[in-house]
């Protein structure tokens, strides 16, 4: 395993000298940069600590019109020489830098006084003492301070003991994560192909594997590695790494896109976060605001919408926002950034990613809110409490829950989450929401039966349509069958309905429904047809389904007994005379044109005859219809 430092501090103020003096290497390559003796773009070098562990050198521009360079450089760092010369003490971009490295979460920091062969060492003691005011209240007040001269080669052994010293607590982190690499530069080597180099932010990269380059979500197969210079096996979290990707085009990979693990391949143009803002700021950062949003790698112009009361946030004030981004990016939690302003000119502060799945929402609503303040708090459990909460369905697919979270298997294993199986996926839900779904499905059930008492239960669509349209429908009937498995409801057939529903007919539904058919059996090719009152309805549904009553394509209904009397006598005219007329045939059944019609074009339909202009002609028997 190695480890990734890198430089930080106001232009000129002898960053390259440093790297030059602990490395023996000049990080500025650029045709520009020997021109103008500043550095304008990322440089690179390295090192071996004296275990024979390499250590990979970033160093970074100072100049304030390269601060996108620099910002790009700064992440997943594991520790950061910050510069600040002798001679000029802290400056404008010191300040700002200062701001930088505290927004990206970097935990370790050496505050390296430069170019002391300039200055007294009173004028040391003045440094000091600055650097004490650039540091007060920060999470870096004991950080280090060392002098050095790195023409003379003063200080430089000093330097790299302390470097040793801080990085050797941190060579047994597990590095279980899959792989993630922002890219910081792109180039083509003639015979091998494209590659891209980064620091590797977790996991572990082997030749032969594959990976996806995102946003764009194109598939590579890595063709070769190097780090720190030299070929490897593999490459691991906190490595500089050389990556050869096989039949790669150099125009479709840029700065700032992310090479991954095809498990984590995820793009977002939405995410929440917490905002840190810089105390130095001159103005609030405001509802909405337009941003630079510096995340990797990666720039992006944003909006910021402040999630909570809150219609602006000063100076070193905290608050949750939404980050809605002009094009898609790679970000998880937990993944720090910077914030600038639209125009670029000034650091504004920055944050931590809490959920990289963010949902359009209003700024105040109370779940969402809660979510994030759980998150902040590192309290996972009543982060999911409140994540399912707030979803207007059941649950969430596990695979985004897991994403969010990483590995939540102790978490799922409680009895407060439940895993439901949604078609090929799985889906987690809270206890509490699955347990009110199946109350609904019961209280649906129970409205169906007092309204169509006589229905043995109702057809899954309809039960999930009245219950929980907004539900998958392969979800719905896994809970479905759940509350079934339980006891809750019964299945008959392809129905459900509660347990004690006994479907059918009472003494005085019966007495109804036979008086009715009395009366179709007097008239039977001229049936009365009953006013849809609420009663009259169940009952012909009943009959209906019980093969009494048919209801013919125009919804005229006979009994069925008259309408194969009716074939009967269709089947004898038309093997005696060929064809029937709408009115050869109402004069046969003794009925209205009406009714003589209805049956015709039911007929019809049913294949049974076949219309030659005003007349039918026969065509197959019912019985082959039926």
């Known amino acids: 395993m190695g480890f990734v430092i890198g430089t930080a501090g106001h232009i000129d103020h002898g960053k390259t000298a440093l790297v030059r003096a602990l490395t023996g290497q000049d990080t500025d390559t650029l045709k520009a940069e020997k021109q103008r003796g500043i550095s304008i773009d990322l440089g690179f070098a390295s090192f071996d600590l004296s275990d024979g562990t390499p250590v990979g050198i970033v160093d970074v521009p100072g100049h304030e019109r390269f601060i996108r360079n620099m910002v790009a450089g700064a992440h997943g760092l594991d520790l950061v020489l910050f510069l600040i010369a002798a001679d000029d003490g802290v400056m404008p971009q010191t300040e700002e830098h200062f701001d930088i490295i505290r927004a ?63 990085l050797k607590p941190v060579q047994t982190l597990a590095n279980t994560a899959p792989f993630r690499m922002p890219i910081d530069r792109v180039f083509t080597i003639h015979g091998r192909g494209v590659v891209v180099t980064g620091t590797v932010l977790s996991g572990c990269l082997q030749a032969g594997d594959v990976v996806r380059l995102m946003p764009d979500g194109v598939t590579y197969r890595v063709r070769g590695l190097q780090s720190h210079g030299h070929e490897a096996a593999q490459g691991q979290k906190g490595a500089r790494l050389a990556v050869n990707l096989a039949a790669a085009n150099q125009a479709d990979l840029q700065r700032g896109d992310v090479l991954c693990a095809p498990e984590i391949a995820r793009a977002s143009q939405r995410f929440d976060v917490e905002l840190h803002l810089s105390p130095n700021i001159t103005a609030p950062l405001r509802n909405r605001q337009k941003l630079r949003l510096h995340l990797g790698t990666a720039e992006r112009f944003a909006h910021a919408l402040l999630l909570g009361e809150a219609s602006k946030l000063g100076g070193g004030a905290r608050g949750f926002a939404q980050m809605s981004l002009d094009k898609s990016c790679h970000v998880m939690a937990g993944d720090h950034f910077v914030i600038r302003d639209e125009q670029g000119e000034h650091t504004l502060g920055g944050g931590i990613v809490l959920d990289p799945l963010g949902v359009k929402s209003r700024r105040g609503l109370a779940a969402r809110l809660a979510f994030l303040q759980a998150l902040s708090k590192g309290d996972t459990k009543a982060a999911l409490v409140a994540l399912l909460a707030g979803n207007k369905g059941l649950g969430l697919p596990e695979a985004d829950l897991r994403f969010r979270f990483g590995d939540l298997s102790d978490r799922l294993a409680e009895p407060d989450f439940v895993r439901l199986a949604n078609g090929p996926e799985s889906w987690i839900a809270h206890r509490h929401t699955l347990e009110a779904l199946c109350r609904r499905i019961k209280a649906t059930l129970q409205a169906f039966h ?75 090719f001229a049936p009365p047809q009953p006013t849809p009152e609420k009663m009259n309805a169940t009952l012909i549904a009943h009959l209906v389904k019980d093969g009494h009553l048919l209801r013919l394509s125009n919804g005229t209904l006979f009994l069925v007994s008259a309408f194969q009397e009716a074939d009967g006598l269709l089947e004898t005219h038309l093997l005696a005379n060929t064809t029937i007329t709408a009115a050869e045939f109402r004069d046969l059944l003794g009925t209205s044109r009406k009714y003589a019609l209805a049956l015709l074009e039911t007929f019809d339909r049913m294949g049974r005859t076949i219309r030659v202009g005003d007349a039918r002609k026969r065509g197959k028997p019912l019985s082959a219809n039926s």
């Not at 003492?129 to 790195?150: P, T």
């Not at 169509?452 to 039960?463: A, Y």
């Open 104 to 166: 990206l979460g970097i935990k370790q920091v050496i505050f390296v006084i430069s170019k002391i062969g300039r200055v007294d060492a009173a004028r040391q003691a003045e440094v000091i003492d600055e650097i004490g005011l650039l540091r007060d209240g920060s999470r870096f007040q004991e950080a280090e301070i060392l002098s050095v001269d790195s023409l003379l080669d003063d200080g430089i052994a000093e330097l790299k003991a302390s470097i040793e010293n801080r």
């Open 450 to 524: 007092d309204a169509q008492p006589v229905e043995p239960g109702m057809s899954p669509s309809d039960l999930q349509k009245q219950t929980a349209p907004c539900i998958p429908n392969t979800l719905f009937q896994t809970v479905v069958e759940i509350a079934r498995d339980k006891g809750l409801i019964r299945q008959n057939q392809a129905l459900y309905a509660l347990p004690d529903h006994q479907s059918g007919l009472d003494d005085g539904q019966q007495k109804q429904a036979e008086a009715l058919l009395a009366k179709f059996s007097q008239t039977p």
